[in-house]
């Protein structure tokens, strides 16, 4: 989207325009309901139950075949909107005959087997179409994005503009994390600071710190109290490790800064000296600025005024009292320049699954937390509400600690998305865009797999995972002896010639498959909407809480999982 119709459709969600939210999600939730179905397909029972007949509108299915891969690619092209509001939610509904009202299912509701004849029934193997064409169902789809429903705050709205131009040199990220962890860092950090400055706060925790990059950062760069917790007593140990040598490096940068500006402070008759008196070779520069980068025994740690990173190992619930473990490992800062030292913001970067809720729940149950700055992940791996986990083994109980729906809005309805539909809303339309990734071999690869083993053993097995083999399988022949191994099925008596001819018998499905693909994919935003609207609604139904933000925090390519919520409690005191 372009920069002015994305400043024409920003807007602070605020608790006074619940209603603002609540439209949004009813939006989204009405178009996306038709779709479930196909947002739940498994893409490795595409051949097994037939689903591109299954769920693919015929007059779409044939668009899709006309089209190049590079079309497909461009069908995911995230600035390019250009229908109608109107056109794309009053209904239009498709038959295979061109009728209104289009029903989509198997004659059957089930598939025989092309070996075996064994009959497989499927109650989710049937959906209604609502959209005309590929291009309609595609407008509609992208008009359902959250950046498309005037809902997206500004970091403008939401921080005291006197803060708004501080930031560190961000050397120190860049140098020892990947693009995609030192732009997430880079870019929280700056608003966790932001948001701390504006509301006088000088503690923070972090909800599961992982390695403790963003913790480290917050205490070296910008001077806070944090105290990182994770479950994992590994990456604790580890995040422990790391910021000591972080902060070892983070003073060899220091130094080096130091004696740069001591030579930019040299007098004019210093800087005009002969070419070949300063000509220093590239191998011989890269020499001092490693000999700089790592003085830490010229500049003393002591040096650095940072306050303290504590990481803890722990798992929290909103029973945790945060306001005891903020006076057990931090303590109170008496130097503190803000009067409320036992007050916090509570930041997640990428907080798994359930962990995003838990942490929301945490928050307005907890009354030093102030503000909240929370970028969720892992969908997949939510809890939902309404739907019976399907990896329950025989008498297990479903765990109660539900991440999905939050909202009394969704509780009320007994929503749910299902878990295909979760890891649909994990996958990046940006990126599949913009890096054309094309996962068709694996995907046909497994999907001949499947209907091989079913053949071999009368089963569908939901623990038949054989991970990401393919990349390492130079052939469809070494994949499956791979995969059946894997699986401890070497014992199935089966000829090189019997597994190229399922190769060869389903070959031509793999162009579907990869349109299939994609053509899921163009729902994943509108799946991963809302989650987000969800735990906006939740928060705003909250009496503490005065003000919810949702924002575009990263880059959708660099960090597909880029949507902020921001939150700040009422009567957040002043020094």
């Avoid at 038709?34 to 007949?53: E, K, M, R, S, V």
């Avoid at 291009?135 to 992208?142: D, L």
Wanted: glycine fraction near 4%; aromatic fraction near 8%.
């Amino acid at each position: 989207m372009d920069n002015k119709h994305r400043d024409h459709v920003q807007a602070p969600i605020r608790q006074d325009n619940y209603t603002i939210v609540e439209n949004a999600l009813r939006k989204v939730i009405d178009f996306l309901k038709p779709y479930l179905p196909l947002a739940n397909a498994h893409n490795t029972d595409f051949i097994l139950w037939g689903l591109w007949n299954v769920y693919v509108n015929p007059h779409i299915a044939s668009e899709l075949l006309t089209l190049s891969h590079k079309d497909i690619y461009t069908l995911l092209n995230p600035n390019h909107v250009n229908v109608e509001s109107e056109d794309l939610t009053s209904g239009h509904h498709l038959h295979a005959d061109g009728m209104n009202g289009s029903h989509i299912h198997s004659e059957t509701s089930s598939h025989t087997n092309v070996k075996s004849g064994v009959k497989l029934s499927n109650e989710t193997l049937s959906m209604t179409w609502h959209h005309k064409t590929l291009a309609v169902f595609r407008m509609a789809c992208q008009h359902h994005h959250l950046d498309h429903l005037g809902v997206l705050s500004d970091v403008s709205n939401i921080i005291d503009e006197r803060f708004s131009k501080e930031s560190q040199d961000v050397t120190f990220v860049r140098r020892f994390m990947s693009e995609k962890k030192s732009h997430e860092v880079e870019v929280m950090s700056d608003l966790c600071h932001q948001l701390a400055k504006t509301f006088f706060l000088s503690n923070v925790i972090d909800i599961g710190s992982g390695k403790g990059y963003l913790s480290a950062y917050l205490s070296l760069g910008y001077k806070y109290n944090v105290l990182g917790i994770d479950a994992c007593q590994k990456n604790t140990r580890g995040a422990d490790d790391r910021n000591r040598k972080l902060t070892k490096q983070w003073c060899g940068i220091v130094h080096h800064a130091e004696q740069q500006q001591k030579v930019f402070e040299q007098d004019d008759t210093h800087r005009y000296t002969r070419r070949e008196d300063v000509k220093i070779t590239s191998k011989k520069k890269m020499r001092q600025e490693k000999k700089a980068q790592n003085t830490s025994d010229v500049c003393d740690v002591s040096m650095i005024k940072s306050k303290s990173y504590v990481p803890l190992t722990m798992f929290i619930n909103s029973s945790t009292d945060l306001d005891e473990l903020i006076s057990t490992h931090i303590g109170l800062d008496q130097n503190s320049e803000f009067s409320n030292r036992k007050q916090c913001m509570l930041a997640g970067l990428h907080t798994c699954g359930n962990l995003a809720s838990n942490m929301l729940k945490i928050f307005q149950s907890q009354s030093c937390c102030k503000v909240l700055c929370n970028v969720g992940c892992c969908y997949h791996h939510l809890q939902e509400e309404f739907i019976k986990n399907p990896f329950l083994q025989n008498d297990e109980q479903d765990s109660k600690d539900d991440g999905f729906p939050m909202s009394h809005y969704l509780k009320d309805e007994k929503f749910c998305l299902g878990r295909n539909a979760r890891m649909l809303a994990c996958q990046s339309a940006d990126r599949l865009f913009t890096n054309e990734q094309d996962q068709s071999l694996s995907l046909h690869w497994r999907a001949v797999l499947q209907i091989l083993l079913y053949d071999v053993t009368g089963e569908q097995r939901k623990n038949w995972n054989v991970g990401r083999i393919a990349s390492r399988c130079h052939s469809f022949l070494d994949y499956v002896r791979k995969a059946l191994s894997k699986l401890g099925l070497e014992h199935i008596e089966l000829s090189d010639d019997d597994i190229l001819q399922y190769e060869m018998r389903h070959a031509e499905q793999q162009f579907k498959m990869f349109a299939f693909y994609h053509l899921r994919a163009l729902l994943a935003p509108c799946i991963e909407g809302v989650i987000m609207l969800d735990r906006c609604l939740y928060l705003l139904e909250q009496e503490a809480i005065a003000k919810v933000h949702l924002m575009k925090l990263f880059d959708p390519v660099v960090s597909p999982r880029c949507y902020a919520i921001v939150a700040v409690k009422e009567a957040v005191d002043s020094p």
